[in-house]
């Protein structure tokens, strides 16, 4: 069992940033992927970008690459988005996720948090 908690979500202008934090914990190494996905009113769950606990692979979805970097702590057991630049498409409730595999499909991950919302005003 993997469990994920959000954090760092809020009202933001357009332009502006936000820190969003995912604090893991339980049996984080079988899930070595960990994952931010969005989700917008009426829209299907979108991939944003995943790193590794390892830091060997990282990958973002054009929407957001060249604005958006995830990292992580191993300490913590924490993996971070800072978002920069935002725009109001940017608006949605922000998951984190943890999985098995590579992957940008929300069906590969097993483990999701609650969700924190980000609303970017323009």
């Known amino acids: 069992q993997v469990q994920l908690v959000e954090s760092g979500g809020g009202l933001v202008q357009a332009g502006g940033s936000l820190r969003l934090s995912c604090a893991a914990s339980?049996?984080?190494?079988?899930?070595?992927?960990m994952a931010w996905f969005r989700q917008a009113p009426g829209n299907e769950r979108e991939f944003v970008a995943f790193?590794?606990?390892?830091?060997?692979?990282?990958r973002y979805a054009d929407s957001v690459k060249g604005r958006f970097t995830i990292s992580r702590d191993n300490v913590q057991n924490t993996v971070y988005l800072q978002m920069n630049s935002l725009k109001p498409e940017d608006t949605a409730v922000y998951y984190c996720?943890?999985?098995?595999?590579?992957?940008?499909?929300?069906?590969?991950?097993?483990?999701w948090g609650q969700g924190t919302q980000v609303t970017v005003s323009s």
């Open positions: 996720a943890a999985g098995g595999m590579s992957s940008g499909l929300a069906l590969d991950y097993d483990y």
């Open positions: 790193v590794t606990w390892s830091g060997s692979e990282s």
């Open positions: 339980g049996r984080t190494w079988r899930k070595p992927y």
